[in-house]
């Protein structure tokens, strides 16, 4: 299995909602990421975890919370939102080694009404 | 700091011309830097990497440390491929940074 899945493919939520994002690789890949993508700019990093820790996270509102459970899996837990994280979600994992690429997954198109 | 420049948003070619994307980046110490593309409706997909110096889908790129650049090649560009082109650096972490992007059109 060479891929990352995420799931759901599609997400509509209010904003009193409570819901996750799921992301899982069997790469055996120690790095898993999450990008945010709004339309017609590149990603931006969110948040890291390396061997399962947090090791990166860029200043996100606390309304967005990671989880890595084990190695293949990285959840982003999402409440409170607000229309403006409406955006398209992506899950990247990546092996250790020196110039190593990140994988990507096909992301979740998020819309928050 | 690690900071990635692609100067063109947009970028027309003609089938079969030869097409430059350009990239500059801005890192202190030894960069690893990527070209990823995105078609349309597909997932971001790594195209190129300056350690492995191959050809991809006849696109190449060269890291020039002198001039700060990576910038992606092909000599003859093809209909295919029309895309988003994104440079990426990484600088002694795992944070990958992106820059802008380039969208590629290849016209008829």
């Known amino acids: 299995d060479t891929e990352v899945t995420q799931t759901p493919k599609h997400l509509v939520m209010g904003m009193t909602n409570k819901k996750s994002l799921k992301c899982e690789q069997h790469m055996g890949h120690r790095a898993m990421y999450w990008y945010k993508q709004k339309a017609k700019k590149p990603p931006e990093l969110m948040f890291v975890?390396?061997?399962?820790?947090?090791?990166i996270n860029e200043s996100v509102p606390s309304r967005f919370s990671p989880e890595c459970p084990n190695s293949s899996l990285l959840n982003l837990h999402l409440h409170a939102l607000q229309p403006e994280d409406s955006a398209l979600y992506l899950c990247a994992s990546r092996a250790g080694a020196y110039n190593s690429p990140l994988h990507f997954g096909n992301g979740t198109r998020l819309t928050v009404t | 700091a690690q900071r990635v420049t692609q100067p063109e948003k947009l970028l027309s070619v003609f089938k079969g011309a030869p097409v430059e994307l350009k990239c500059n980046y801005s890192y202190s110490g030894s960069p690893e830097l990527f070209w990823y593309v995105q078609y349309s409706r597909q997932r971001l997909q790594l195209l190129l990497r300056?350690?492995s110096r191959e050809s991809i889908k006849g696109f190449t790129a060269d890291l020039n440390k002198g001039e700060t650049s990576f910038h992606l090649k092909k000599p003859f560009a093809q209909e295919e491929d029309s895309a988003m082109y994104y440079c990426a650096l990484r600088g002694g972490s795992e944070k990958l940074v992106f820059g802008k992007g380039t969208k590629l059109t290849v016209n008829p």
């Open positions: 975890y390396s061997y399962e820790k947090l090791s």
């Open positions: 300056h350690i």
